[in-house]
């Protein structure tokens, strides 16, 4: 079979598939920024947490500036920091602030910090580059790396085997020189792109200079000071595993904004560490700085760095080192996906999605789309907040969503295809059942011609059954291909969900309610399961000036007693086993709007007590409470029982009955709606397809059957009906599309008279009804529709007994006088033509002999009540007089 992109599905799939592939490889920064929106919906979704207590934030902020003295602060406060610490036996401290130009206040205060930090011996420094490029740099652009001591460069890079790849620093910023030489360690403070840190920077030496953090953490991994972490109990012997990108950019996983900090003012505490020398009482438990890592900074607008993060647009810079060095402790680093698994998972979906689609009927393929969507998000989720793992899922979601559109978009060309293929079947069976007829006429006419000679012929009598069969077969198949006429707009109404014919019942009772819905009095709405009582309450509801407030329903059928009270009322804590808390009950929650209670009469006489007070004076009492509490809801209440047989055998309270009933609502059911079948029909289909419609043959089988289930189980048929159509690529719903049960309990195809009948009353018998009928079964000739409704008048004519006002009456089946009119003026017209020939001074059988030409073309079935006009005319049995019209006596 030669395949075609625009008739296969699986091609086009396919080439969505691609197409996304190719697009990735392309724009991978644009697939990438969505994939941040998408992460950062993830954190929100997991919440802050607190980083590790052994992280500690000293800051200098705009108080600590402004008490101090302000910027640049004296070193010795830095230097009385770092005592303390040193005295309090913290394990490492880092200072992220750049001693880049000596003390302004003298040299002295710098000889005092660097003597304080070389004699504490854990002191990391940072400082940062000029610029920093991808890969390998020429060295006339690394000016200044020899100024870098040898022992804060590395010569390999932790887990970053891809060394190639490493940035290169430019133009090295470094503390002063006595500072440096007298720190511990040294890493630079710059971040990249999405608040990362490059885990090192290469150097024109070869070798690389660790980021703050990480010279923060090789520290603390090497000291002997503390013995160990206050999470770990063992000492920290080598460096935990730093998962990274190539380029060794550290993806930070945050656990918050700076509430998810351990941080403190650096003025509290210094304050504090006095009152503690002092033997006083300290405002900050500062004996736990023991064992500690702690990071000192400058955390002011305007006088420090801030970076957007997915909790908080201004993030202080430190706190990323800190973040930096949770993850590190708790080895949960955000681990970023690889390039090719995302081509991996883009192929993935892509064949699941077109297998999906090409399998699946099209309301199926829509609900696996939106699953495999789902899936894909949940799984996203699922391994950032377990796993730390960063599930790059944008190129996979575009991938179901374009193959679904594409192949949906597939089977609509596909289905018009089909269409057309319907037409053409439809008009070569149309041709096939004129070709029958004709055969079938000329057999009639020769079985007349028998029977004038009386000749008997069973052979040709034979041989017309079998033509009739087979033109009944033919019939049922167009009638079954030929869509149902449109009905016109105005025909249908709508009422708050309520569709309805104006020539049915149904406008009454929404007069009625109307009339009613902006009172307060209880109503009673009755009826079978399925017509619609909940549509009713609504609609009541929308009406009233409550239309605002809470709509509350309840089925009081599907509980027991005890669940029905709690539900309705409410239960305080502990009001019986698993009553955890108190809980506001249905009452309470529909407020000053409508509560609507279904199926009441199901309910015990010990609710009905209970009910009934809150109906007498709106008041209530929660289960297990003592306190009254108060409703202005107005209750609508819902049976499918005959209330008043209950009441009378004494399952329903009277006194109950009398305060539901002060207003009651019946309504019918399905059966007794005919003329609101096609509307809802209609409906229905809309509601399930846009543009679909039925057979007339399917209009006919489901007007005529009983429903049961009333408009709900009308609705279930439809539903299935349009998948079964839609699975079959068709558009329009046919008799095997419906289920078993309703295409069997009625007749599958009418005679074709009540076909013909049925569908001239539809169109109140006017000037283009026969053709209009004609073209409805299926494109037959006109005047074999019009010989069926002659042969019906004169059938109908006889069995009336001769009298024109009956048999107008049965044809019409309407009061309308306009249509009767038009059905007496066609009768009368039929008669007087049947008639034409009968000459009184003739004996009966010339006349008969004389009027054969008036059987011709008239179907056989017909044939005896013409005769029988033709008798009665000749013996004076009945008037043709035009003043014997119908009326409406």
Same mark, same amino acid.
């Given at each position: 079979?030669?395949?075609?992109?625009h008739?296969?599905?699986?091609?086009?799939?396919?080439g969505?598939?691609?197409l996304v592939?190719?697009?990735?490889?392309?724009?991978?920064?644009?697939?990438r920024?969505f *994939?941040?929106s998408?992460?950062?919906?993830?954190?929100?979704i997991?919440?802050?947490?607190?980083?590790?207590?052994?992280i500690?934030?000293?800051?200098?902020g705009?108080?600590d500036?402004?008490?101090l003295?302000?910027?640049?602060?004296?070193?010795n406060?830095?230097?009385?920091?770092? &005592?303390?610490?040193h005295?309090l036996r913290a394990?490492?401290?880092?200072?992220?602030?750049?001693?880049?130009?000596?003390?302004?206040h003298?040299?002295e205060?710098?000889d005092?910090?660097a003597?304080v930090i070389k004699?504490?011996?854990?002191?990391?420094?940072g400082?940062y580059?000029h610029?920093i490029s991808?890969?390998?740099?020429?060295?006339?652009y690394?000016?200044?790396?020899?100024t870098i001591?040898?022992?804060?460069?590395?010569?390999?890079?932790g887990s970053?085997e891809?060394? @190639?790849?490493?940035?290169?620093g430019r133009?090295?910023?470094?503390?002063?020189?006595?500072?440096? *030489? !007298?720190?511990?360690?040294?890493?630079?403070?710059i971040?990249s792109?999405?608040?990362?840190?490059?885990?090192?920077?290469?150097t024109?030496?070869?070798?690389f200079v660790? !980021?703050?953090?990480?010279?923060?953490l090789i520290?603390?991994c090497s000291?002997s000071n503390?013995?160990?972490?206050?999470?770990? &109990?063992?000492?920290?012997k080598?460096?935990?595993?730093?998962?990274?990108a190539p380029n %060794?950019?550290v993806?930070?996983?945050?656990t918050?904004?700076t509430g998810s900090?351990?941080i403190l003012?650096a003025?509290?505490?210094?304050n504090a560490?006095?009152?503690?020398k002092?033997? %006083?009482?300290?405002?900050?438990?500062?004996?736990?700085?023991?064992g500690?890592?702690?990071?000192?900074?400058?955390?002011?607008?305007?006088r420090?760095?801030?970076?957007?993060?997915?909790?908080?647009?201004?993030?202080?810079?430190?706190?990323?080192h800190?973040?930096?060095l949770?993850?590190a402790?708790?080895?949960?680093?955000?681990?970023?996906?690889?390039?090719w698994?995302?081509y991996?998972?883009v192929?993935?979906?892509g064949?699941l999605?077109?297998a999906?689609?090409?399998?699946?009927?099209?309301?199926?393929?829509?609900?696996?789309t939106?699953?495999?969507?789902?899936a894909?998000?949940?799984?996203?989720?699922?391994?950032?907040?377990?796993?730390s793992?960063? $599930?790059?899922?944008t190129?996979?979601?575009? @991938?179901v969503?374009?193959v679904?559109?594409?192949?949906?978009?597939?089977?609509?060309?596909?289905i018009?295809?089909?269409?057309?293929? $319907?037409?053409q079947?439809?008009?070569?069976?149309?041709?096939?059942?004129r070709?029958k007829?004709r055969?079938?006429s000329?057999?009639?006419?020769?079985?007349?011609?028998?029977?004038? =000679?009386?000749? &008997?012929?069973?052979?040709?009598?034979d041989e017309i059954?079998?033509?009739e069969?087979e033109? @009944?077969?033919?019939r049922?198949q167009a009638?079954?291909l030929?869509?149902?006429?449109?009905?016109?707009e105005?025909?249908?109404?709508e009422?708050?969900?309520?569709?309805?014919?104006?020539?049915?019942?149904?406008?009454?009772i929404?007069?009625?309610i109307?009339?009613?819905?902006?009172?307060?009095a209880?109503?009673l709405?009755?009826?079978?399961?399925?017509?619609?009582?909940?549509?009713v309450?609504?609609?009541l509801h929308?009406?009233?000036? +409550?239309?605002?407030?809470?709509?509350?329903a309840?089925n009081c059928?599907?509980?027991?007693?005890?669940?029905?009270?709690? =539900?309705?009322?409410?239960h305080e804590?502990?009001?019986?086993?698993?009553?955890?808390?108190e809980?506001?009950?249905?009452?309470?929650?529909?407020?000053d709007?409508?509560?609507?209670?279904?199926?009441?009469? &199901?309910?015990?006489?010990a609710?009905?007590?209970?009910?009934l007070?809150v109906l007498?004076?709106?008041t209530?009492?929660?289960?297990?409470?003592t306190e009254i509490?108060r409703?202005?809801a107005r209750?609508?209440?819902a049976?499918?029982r005959d209330?008043?047989?209950?009441?009378?055998?004494?399952?329903f309270?009277e006194?109950?009955f009398?305060?539901?009933?002060?207003?009651a609502?019946?309504?019918?059911?399905? +059966?007794?709606r005919? !003329?609101?079948?096609?509307?809802?029909?209609?409906?229905f289909m809309?509601?399930e397809?846009?543009?679909?419609t039925c057979?007339a043959n399917v209009?006919?089988v489901?007007? +005529?059957?009983s429903w049961?289930?009333?408009?709900r189980e009308l609705q279930?048929?439809?539903? +299935?009906?349009v998948l079964l159509?839609?699975? /079959?690529?068709?558009?329009?719903?046919?008799?095997?599309?419906l289920?078993?049960e309703?295409?069997?309990s009625v007749?599958p195809?009418r005679?074709?008279?009540?076909?013909i009948?049925?569908s $001239?009353?539809?169109k109140?018998?006017?000037?283009?009804?026969?053709?209009?009928?004609?073209d409805?079964l299926?494109?037959l000739?006109?005047?074999?529709?019009a010989?069926y409704?002659?042969?019906?008048c004169f059938?109908?004519f006889?069995?009336?007994k001769?009298n024109?006002?009956?048999?107008?009456?049965?044809?019409?089946e309407?009061? *309308?006088?306009?249509?009767q009119?038009?059905?007496a003026?066609?009768?009368?017209?039929?008669?007087?033509?049947?008639?034409?020939?009968?000459?009184?001074?003739?004996p009966? /059988?010339?006349?008969?002999t004389?009027?054969?030409?008036?059987?011709?073309?008239?179907p056989?079935r017909?044939?005896?009540?013409l005769?029988?006009i033709?008798?009665?005319?000749y013996?004076h049995?009945?008037?043709l007089?035009v003043?014997?019209?119908?009326?409406?006596g």
């Open positions: 079979m030669k395949w075609k992109l008739r296969n599905p699986f091609l086009l799939g396919t969505m598939t691609i592939l190719a697009l990735l490889a392309i724009f991978p920064k644009a697939f920024a *994939d941040r998408v992460l950062n919906v993830e954190y929100s997991r919440g802050e947490s607190k980083i590790d207590s052994s500690v934030v000293l800051y200098f705009n108080d500036i402004t008490s003295g302000g910027l640049p602060l004296r070193r406060y830095y230097a009385l920091l770092i &005592e303390a610490l005295e394990r490492t401290v880092g200072i992220d602030i750049a001693f880049v130009e000596p003390d302004i003298g040299d205060y710098d005092l910090l003597s004699q504490s011996g854990n002191v990391v420094l400082g580059f610029s991808d890969g390998r740099t020429d060295t006339s690394a000016l200044g790396d020899d001591p040898e022992r804060f460069t590395l010569e390999t890079c970053f891809m060394r @190639t790849k490493l940035r290169t133009q090295p910023i470094l503390p002063i020189p006595k500072l440096l *030489d !007298a720190a511990a360690g040294f890493g630079h403070t971040l792109e999405e608040a990362n840190i490059p885990i090192a920077l290469r024109s030496t070869g070798r660790p !980021a703050f953090a990480y010279a923060i520290n603390a000291s503390v013995d160990s972490f206050s999470r770990n &109990e063992n000492p920290a080598t460096l935990p595993p730093i998962p990274g %060794g950019d993806a930070i996983n945050y918050g904004g900090l351990n003012h003025g509290e505490f210094l560490y006095a009152a503690w002092t033997r %006083g009482t300290p405002s900050l438990p500062i004996e736990t700085m023991k500690k890592i702690i990071l000192v900074g400058i955390v002011a607008e305007g420090s760095t801030f970076v957007n993060t997915p909790f908080e647009l201004q993030f202080p810079s430190i706190g990323v800190a973040m930096f949770h993850n402790l708790h080895q949960n680093f955000l681990r970023i996906a690889p390039p698994l995302e991996a998972m192929l993935v979906v064949i999605s077109v999906a689609n090409i399998f699946m009927r099209e309301l199926r393929a829509l609900l696996a939106l699953l495999l969507l789902i894909l998000m949940a799984v996203s989720l699922i391994l950032f907040s377990a796993k793992y960063d $599930l790059s899922v190129a996979p979601c575009i @991938t969503l374009l679904f559109i594409g192949t949906t978009a597939y089977s609509h060309v596909a018009r295809r089909d269409v057309r293929a $319907l037409l079947e439809k008009e070569t069976i149309s041709t096939h059942l070709d007829e055969i079938l000329s057999l009639e006419e020769r079985v007349s011609a028998l029977q004038q =000679e009386t000749i &008997e012929s069973a052979t040709l009598r059954q079998k033509y069969m033109i @009944t077969q033919l049922a009638t079954d030929h869509p149902f006429s449109t009905l016109e105005n025909q249908r109404q009422f708050h969900g309520i569709v309805y014919s104006a020539a049915g019942p149904m406008p009454g929404i007069d009625f109307e009339k009613i819905a902006d009172s307060d209880t109503v709405v009755l009826g079978e399961s399925g017509v619609g009582k909940e549509l309450a609504r609609a929308q009406r009233s000036r +409550r239309r605002d407030k809470p709509f509350v309840v059928g599907a509980l027991t007693e005890t669940l029905l009270e709690s =539900e309705l009322f409410g804590r502990g009001a019986f086993t698993g009553a955890i808390k809980k506001p009950g249905r009452f309470e929650l529909a407020a709007g409508t509560i609507f209670l279904d199926e009441i009469a &199901e309910t015990s006489e609710f009905q007590i209970r009910l007070r007498q004076d709106k209530f009492e929660r289960v297990g409470g509490k409703s202005s209750v609508i209440a049976t499918n209330i008043k047989r209950a009441v009378a055998e004494k399952a309270r006194d109950l009398y305060r539901l009933n002060v207003l609502v019946p309504l019918p059911p399905l +059966r007794e005919q !003329a609101d079948i096609p509307l809802l029909i209609e409906y809309n509601k397809q846009e543009g679909i057979s209009m006919d489901l007007r +005529r059957y049961r289930g009333n408009v279930s048929t439809i539903m +299935r009906a159509a839609r699975a /079959e690529g068709r558009t329009m719903i046919r008799v095997k599309d289920p078993e309703i295409a069997s007749k195809i005679d074709f008279e009540e076909q009948i049925c $001239l009353r539809e109140q018998f006017s000037r283009s009804a026969i053709s209009d009928t004609a409805e299926g494109g000739n006109r005047g074999t529709v010989e409704f002659r042969g019906y059938k109908i006889v069995e009336s001769l024109i006002n009956a048999a107008v009456e049965r044809i019409a309407t009061p *309308d006088t306009t249509v009119e038009r059905v003026k066609k009768l009368i017209e039929y008669l007087r033509n049947a008639v034409e020939f009968i000459d009184a001074s003739s009966l /059988e010339q006349v008969l004389t009027s054969r030409p008036k059987f011709k073309n008239l056989r017909y044939h005896s009540y005769e029988q033709v008798t009665s005319s013996h049995e009945y008037s007089d003043q014997q019209t119908p009326s409406q």
